[in-house]
């Protein structure tokens, strides 16, 4: 798998599939998103469109293959990080699919690079609206504050040992992939007093989670002065709320929703060929 070094030393992993138009994917999970949680999606685009389209998959930062430092979450870096695996495959502008938080990197990098985006599609947008709050994304990161305080380090590290997927094991902390992977990595951790590693997990959860409602890495100015082409597939759940994916429909002037139950099976089919037909259009 190629990869991306970073300024900072992170190391990103990324792949691609097929030819055409490119198009980046930016995976769900939260923390988690990587490659491989396409597989776990009703809508996989590795295996949907790259017959057609140069598909480009990565793990961000802190997830699957892709590796980074004992630091807290930053859209900044992450957006660096996107625009990096662009630039080494010499890429001038790409389609972007983004689920779940990928919807937040994907208004991040319509935000701040738009020429590099031709068009988006957007399933799942994360965010905040009347449906739930904060905590909704603060408790995932409640485990890890808690097994730390009360067992130390050497509890988060034999729980990123035991599991390290974060979204599946909280108690391994935001870093557990690396932990997993890495003694060396594990050494580092040691050598922290324990609140100082909370103080670390409590800067990344309001990093990846910042107090930016509706869309968390953008602010809804941001979305109403996009041009970008968008296809929105609105989510249906606490993560994902009806109503976020529905406001960027409103809010963006290039932007088109399709019906909640789009992934239905029985709609799958004409879900799957809508998109083709939005990549086809603003390739």
């Not at 691609?16 to 009703?42: C, K, M, R, T």
Request: aromatic content about 8%.
């Amino acid at each position: 798998m190629p990869e991306v070094m970073r300024p900072d030393g992170a190391v990103i992993r990324y792949e691609v599939f097929g030819e055409g138009h490119p198009f980046l994917l930016l995976a769900p999970g939260g923390v988690n998103s990587q490659i491989d949680f396409w597989d776990h999606s009703a809508i996989n685009p590795i295996k949907e469109f790259a017959d057609e389209f140069m598909v480009i998959g990565m793990d961000q930062r802190f997830a699957g293959k892709s590796r980074a430092p004992l630091t807290p979450f930053s859209y900044e870096q992450a957006l660096g990080d996107q625009l990096a695996v662009l630039d080494a495959l010499d890429i001038p502008s790409a389609h972007v699919m983004g689920g779940c938080i990928g919807c937040a990197y994907a208004l991040n990098l319509m935000d701040e690079a738009p020429a590099r985006i031709s068009g988006a599609v957007m399933q799942d947008p994360v965010g905040l609206d009347e449906s739930n709050t904060m905590d909704t994304f603060y408790d995932m990161f409640n485990d890890t504050i808690r097994v730390a305080r009360a067992s130390g380090i050497e509890a988060v590290i034999d729980a990123a040992l035991e599991n390290e997927i974060f979204m599946l094991q909280n108690a391994g902390g935001p870093w557990a992939q690396r932990l997993h992977d890495d003694e060396e990595f594990r050494g580092a951790l040691r050598e922290l007093r324990r609140e100082s590693y909370i103080a670390l997990v409590v800067d990344f959860r309001d990093g990846i989670w910042p107090w930016n409602p509706p869309y968390f890495s953008v602010n809804e100015v941001a979305v109403q002065r996009m041009t970008t082409p968008m296809l929105v597939l609105p989510g249906s759940d606490a993560f994902h709320p009806t109503g976020v994916g529905q406001r960027i429909c409103a809010d963006a002037v290039n932007a088109s929703c399709l019906a909640v139950d789009a992934r239905a099976p029985e709609n799958l089919p004409a879900t799957i060929e809508a998109i083709r037909s939005f990549l086809r259009e603003h390739s």
